[in-house]
């Protein structure tokens, strides 16, 4: 079994709906969770980085970590067409440490 | 540009031959990680730096891969007698001393004939 468990998706949703991407974890030391927005053949763009659990939002972007359930999600509203990519979790223990990715949800945004 | 840059953006080889790739990180970061991507796969880590100190190394870094960090600036890695399987994306990610916050370059695409 995989540490971080992520649904690779293919996802399409129509423009404007809200998309719900999750992740799930086996390592209970993860402390520092990230969400990742990748375009193909680009190198991975940061979008939301949250320590421990809670919620935190950016703009159109809503991270979300449930610790107790070992659970992520990243949800975004009014999707727009260029929102379409690879979103990618990630999460770190303490300190300076390796990120352990999901596999990546690939999600396409129809006009 | 301020970001994560890498050099080249595009590498194809033969079998056999030894490639070296570099990693530029954001000039405030000491921290520096190198990862592994294939194909319809999350990256997966190899190496990290602090300074020009390697602290850590995967069990993916067979011996034929090396990277350095001379002066904590700028990095290297090296792949000695390429195989095919290690064809992919290779990113380089760079972070500051206060948190864990990664941000990647735009990867070196390599690919083995």
């Known amino acids: 079994q995989k540490e971080v468990e992520q649904d690779p998706g293919p996802l399409s949703v129509p423009e404007g709906a809200i998309v719900s991407l999750n992740c799930t974890y086996s390592?209970?030391?993860?402390?520092?969770f990230m969400w990742y927005r990748q375009y193909s053949r680009k190198g991975p763009e940061l979008l939301m980085y949250?320590?421990?659990?809670g919620n935190k939002e950016d703009g159109r972007f809503t991270a979300q970590v449930d610790k107790s359930s070992k659970y992520i999600s990243l949800f975004i509203r009014d999707s727009q067409p260029s929102d379409s990519a690879t979103y990618l979790c990630?999460?770190?223990?303490?300190?300076?440490?390796?990120?352990?990715f999901g596999q990546g949800t690939r999600l396409t945004i129809n006009p | 540009d301020t970001g994560v840059s890498q050099d080249p953006r595009h590498k194809i080889t033969k079998r056999g031959q030894n490639v070296t790739f570099r990693c530029d990180p954001i000039?405030?970061?000491?921290?520096l990680y190198w990862y592994r991507q294939t194909l319809g796969q999350g990256p997966e880590f190899l190496t990290y730096?602090?300074?020009?100190?390697?602290?850590?190394k995967s069990r993916l870094l067979s011996d034929r891969f090396s990277a350095e960090r001379p002066k904590g600036s700028f990095s290297t890695l090296e792949i000695q007698r390429t195989e095919q399987g290690d064809s992919a994306m290779y990113l380089c990610?760079?972070?500051?001393?206060?948190?864990?916050?990664?941000?990647f370059g735009p990867g070196t695409r390599l690919t083995v004939l």
């Open positions: 730096f602090q300074n020009e100190a390697q602290l850590e």
């Open positions: 990630a999460m770190s223990g303490w300190g300076a440490q390796k990120l352990v």
């Open positions: 390592n209970s030391a993860f402390q520092y």
């Open positions: 949250t320590y421990s659990s």
């Open positions: 990610a760079s972070s500051s001393r206060e948190d864990n916050e990664q941000f």
């Open positions: 000039s405030e970061h000491n921290r």
